[in-house]
């Protein structure tokens, strides 16, 4: 379904992609695992036609480099965050679903894929974070593409709303769609990739099953903790003035505890008087101090 050969992207005199090779099989279900920097997003660009690049790319038997847009039309993609116009859903999927030339027939199925057929008629501002990111996965969904990209689709996302998100993908890979995300979280690798392609410095650097992952490269264990917008810098202050291994991502922070040590993050933020909105304990996150961009 999808086979890359030498992919090399630059970025100046920074090299984003280095010969990078691989391939993937329809019906698949692939993640890519990397630091920020190590050619996780610049990989899914290049698969959607956005981005040039020097090597071989083919998707859905389609060369890339040849024929961007029809290689792009077999792909629906979902970023971390998508905008939406503040109309109703079923308005919404309408106006996409005309963007790119589906079948408005297409609408009322991929809301019954995604959960949102009794939400239809509310307007995009009064859904809640997981529902807004089901919308963006209905509209990759009109066209029917064989393909799937998601780029940390589960970022911004509170616990509930993950698992509601990666059980809708799961489904739609067991009916045969080919998937392909990047991700920080091992439990969401282990939950919905059949393999894992491990990036560092844009080239391959292991190629293993999830459960393998954690083993392979020496994970840890991490607390994952919500706060409101207006808490973020303040418990990042908390967090650096004791010490804590931490790292930034999307609504959440990722705080590096031991085994037993799970709650004093969480204490300490109890004292400094910043509620805390939700928190997920995650094993096997990889480390937060590998670079700043991807």
Not at 99 to 106: F, G, I
Not at 164 to 177: E, H, P, Y
Request: aromatic letters at 6%; charged letters at 20%.
């Amino acid at each position: 379904m999808i086979t890359a050969k030498n992919l090399s992207k630059r970025y100046g005199r920074a090299l984003a992609l280095d010969n990078l090779s691989f391939s993937i099989e329809a019906g698949e279900a692939v993640a890519l695992w990397g630091a920020n920097g190590a050619g996780k997003t610049t990989t899914l660009r290049c698969l959607l036609g956005v981005q040039g690049f020097e090597g071989e790319l083919r998707v859905n038997g389609i060369d890339v480099a040849q024929n961007s847009k029809a290689a792009r039309a077999a792909i629906g993609y979902v970023p971390q965050e998508t905008r939406f116009y503040d109309m109703p859903v079923l308005e919404t999927l309408h106006f996409y679903a005309r963007l790119k030339k589906a079948s408005a027939a297409r609408v009322g199925a991929v809301l019954e894929q995604v959960q949102l057929t009794a939400h239809q008629n509310k307007r995009v501002s009064m859904l809640s974070g997981g529902m807004k990111q089901r919308l963006a996965l209905a509209a990759a969904l009109l066209s029917d593409p064989p393909i799937l990209v998601l780029d940390e689709p589960t970022a911004n996302l509170d616990v509930q709303a993950q698992r509601d998100f990666i059980q809708t993908v799961q489904a739609l890979n067991q009916s045969g769609k080919t998937i392909v995300f990047s991700s920080h979280r091992l439990d969401e690798v282990i939950a919905l990739g059949s393999r894992v392609l491990v990036l560092s410095e844009g080239r391959l650097q292991l190629e293993c099953a999830p459960p393998e992952l954690a083993g392979k490269l020496g994970l840890h264990r991490w607390l994952r903790i919500w706060v409101a917008a207006q808490h973020k810098e303040p418990t990042l202050q908390v967090l650096n003035e004791q010490g804590y291994t931490f790292m930034p991502n999307g609504r959440s922070v990722y705080v590096q505890v031991s085994l037993g040590g799970k709650i004093a993050p969480l204490r300490s933020l109890e004292q400094a008087r910043i509620p805390v909105e939700d928190f997920d304990l995650i094993e096997g996150e990889m480390s937060p101090l590998e670079g700043n961009h991807d």
